[in-house]
């Protein structure tokens, strides 16, 4: 059988991480996320679901809708980032044996756990799946059929344990920059010279391409209407009850725009956890690396408003090449003022804490602008076809402010 990890690996080639914290309400129009977006628009609020595969924790979005999500996988070390990443429950286990009693879960997810398989290998883990799924339990996969397996085969051997079976195409024509560049030489009519233009997109251009590519998908799922099967890529829905509408069954979104209250801890507030915070153009999406963590550039600078504060923590790490020869030089600014500045020279995380003078605070009128200076950056590695134009700096994560009262 084919390992989970090498089939993550397949299925994701961005190492982002789409979970509850760092989710943006606007993500929810990227192409890259219409699985999970599918999902999260399916599962009733309060559930009980099992996360089927469950890598690094791609679900936790969930979490915004009061549900209980507990997360399988054969890789430890996804299953433990699931866990830390919001997951209620992680095991690391043989996903043909599971360690959970009958009648558990009210849905079972995955996302390309089931590519690839043969016909004992799939049947092994469907009897598994129906044993710990409740009854009128409802089944929710994304799966990649093979040149050997195609849709209608999908079908059948789900129905033989289902009596009720939904598939459609995942995509059709809207995919990501990503995805149409894995189809060269495997679908034909896909024209050179639009391949050559994404090859050559910048890191924003691309999330612009993505981002257009899922508002387009999200307008024909919310029109109901079917997509032609472009390269076999289907969502699938069963159950042994008569199934709901394939999309939108439980659709409510109004968790995925956090509350101002997000990211608050004791005597604090994370900024990276919250909506008043604002990031600006030299800081990118959060990434796994883990912890999860955004990249910056040359500089970043965070604005935020605050009654007070006394001090400021943060954790960082880099990946720039021959480090112990030339060491990344940081320096940490609020309002123009520098609080603190060190040399990176050993890989690791490095956890930061710099005091904040009582007059720089009272005469910032609770106007704040943190900013963090690099010395030098470096592209990331490529990925595939895709390039990624991007010069980073230091990974940051955790930007704590302690000793005020609330953000405004």
């Keep these: ?209 993505d981002l257009a590519m899922g508002y387009v998908l999200s307008r024909i799922s919310d029109l109901d209407v079917s997509l032609p099967s472009f390269d076999s890529h289907v969502l699938l829905k069963a159950s042994e009850a008569p199934l709901g509408p394939f999309y939108n069954e439980h659709r409510d979104r109004k968790g995925l725009f956090s509350s101002s209250e997000a990211g608050q801890i004791p005597n604090g507030i994370c900024l990276d956890r919250s909506s008043l915070a604002r990031f600006d153009e030299g800081w990118f999406q959060p990434t796994l690396l883990p912890p999860v963590a955004r990249w910056m550039g040359k500089q970043g600078r965070i604005r935020f408003h605050a009654d007070h504060v006394a001090a400021i923590t943060l954790d960082l790490t880099t990946q720039l090449p021959d480090l112990q020869k030339h060491a990344l030089g940081l320096e940490i600014f609020l309002n123009g003022v520098k609080l603190c500045s060190f040399t990176l020279f050993r890989y690791g995380w490095l956890q930061i804490s710099a005091s904040v003078p009582e007059a720089l605070s009272a005469r910032s009128n609770g106007e704040f602008e943190l900013e963090l200076r690099a010395s030098r950056t470096a592209q990331l590695r490529q990925s595939g076809d895709v390039h990624d134009d991007r010069e980073v700096s230091a990974a940051v994560c955790n930007i704590e402010i302690r000793g005020q009262n609330r953000l405004r």
């Design 1 to 209: 059988m084919t390992s989970h990890a090498d089939l993550c690996k397949q299925q994701y080639r961005s190492d982002e991480l789409f979970d509850a914290r760092y989710f943006k309400p606007l993500d929810r129009f990227d192409i890259r996320l219409a699985p999970i977006m599918w999902v999260y628009d399916n599962v009733r609020p309060g559930a009980n679901v099992l996360h089927f595969g469950c890598g690094p924790g791609m679900l936790a979005l969930l979490k915004r809708k009061g549900v209980t999500i507990t997360g399988v996988d054969t890789s430890k070390e996804c299953a433990e980032a699931a866990r830390r990443n919001g997951y209620d429950a992680t095991f690391q286990t043989d996903l043909t044996s599971l360690p959970f009693a009958n009648e558990t879960f009210d849905y079972v997810v995955s996302f390309g756990v089931l590519d690839s398989l043969n016909e004992v290998e799939e049947k092994s883990l469907l009897s598994e799946i129906k044993r710990v799924l409740r009854k009128g339990g409802v089944n929710l996969h994304s799966i990649q059929c093979s040149e050997t397996v195609t849709d209608s085969d999908q079908s059948t051997r789900f129905l033989e344990f289902f009596p009720h079976v939904a598939i459609e195409p995942r995509n059709g024509f809207c995919l990501s920059a990503a995805d149409f560049l894995s189809l060269e030489g495997r679908v034909p009519k896909l024209d050179t010279d639009f391949l050559d233009y994404l090859r050559e997109l910048t890191f924003k251009e691309r999330r612009a391409f």
